[in-house]
């Protein structure tokens, strides 16, 4: 991919089709208001055609509030506890996790060295002074090469329509990014990795999706708003500066945060 070709987003669907395009991660007033209900234990359970019932019936309701929105979330949970809760869930996401701890790993390095030093591990660090875009579409190419398996692809998707999601907020030199807008790229890449996997996993080509195209957006925001608050959610519950946290910490932490959020999804697949 060429570093100065902006990455454009697509429709969903399978791992080479990321989520629609909809604002970045942002501060606690982009999140949905969605209630957090208290945390069941995470056990095993269910099957992959509850969990695709539920979904089919919030994509059949057009998503958005009411039983659309609840089918997907309670889709959503059944998939959680179909892989054998938030654990294994985790586990399934090995390029995604791999993938997100090298965005960890940068944001720490650039806070604590800056930018060239935090470029070096990916030998682009002659790029520190290049448009921020241009950086990311290079990382991409490292982090998560093109081809592969599903789960790459899925890796390579989400962190390909987080800088598409935020291009407006990186058209700056790399070396100039704020804090705040490295941590966007950092949980947007998490949040799309688990919707794309969603997705993937519930078959998405097996769906039929309203010919409206109206419908389609609720029901592509409803799932990546959804995901995103549950990841923002998980993050903030950790306490902790990814800029402030040593490298050797970044692959625990980013696992924590997965695990997390795949709980918090989990909590809602009997949702009233």
């Known amino acids: 991919m060429a570093p100065a070709q902006a990455p454009r987003p697509s429709t969903p669907g399978s791992p080479s089709s990321p989520a629609p395009q909809t604002p970045g991660p942002a501060g606690p007033a982009s999140q949905p208001a969605i ?18 019932g539920e979904f089919t019936r ?58 060239a030093e935090a470029l070096r591990p990916f030998n682009l660090e002659g790029l520190a002074g290049a448009p921020a875009v241009d950086v990311f579409v290079a990382l991409t190419d490292v ?24 291009s407006s907020q990186i058209d700056v030199p790399f070396e100039a990014l704020p804090a705040p807008v490295l941590e966007a790229v950092f949980l947007g890449t998490i949040a ?6 969603i997705f993937s996993e519930l078959g998405t080509n097996a769906l039929r999706f309203p010919t409206d195209p109206a ?27 990814i800029a402030a946290l040593p490298p050797v910490d970044i692959d625990r932490f980013v696992t924590s945060i997965y695990q997390r959020t795949f709980e918090l999804l989990q909590s809602f697949e009997d949702e009233e």
């Open 35 to 52: 209630p957090r209900p208290a945390l069941p234990p995470a056990t095993a359970g269910g099957s992959l055609s509850s969990a695709r």
């Open 143 to 166: 982090l998560c090469q093109d081809g592969g398996t599903i789960d790459e692809a899925i890796a390579r998707d989400a962190m390909i329509q987080t800088i598409a999601d935020i």
């Open 215 to 241: 419908a389609v957006q609720r029901i592509e925001t409803t799932l990546h708003d959804f995901v995103q608050g549950s990841v923002r959610d998980a993050f903030t519950t950790q306490g902790q500066s």
């Open 192 to 197: 799309r990795s688990i919707e794309t996997k």
């Open 58 to 115: 919030g994509v059949s309701s057009g998503g958005g509030g009411g039983g659309g929105g609840r089918g997907i979330r309670r889709g959503s949970g059944k998939f959680v506890r179909a892989l054998g809760g938030a654990r294994a869930a985790t586990r399934a996401m090995g390029p995604s996790v791999r993938t997100a701890t090298g965005l960890g790993t940068l944001a720490s390095d650039f806070a604590q060295q800056g930018a």
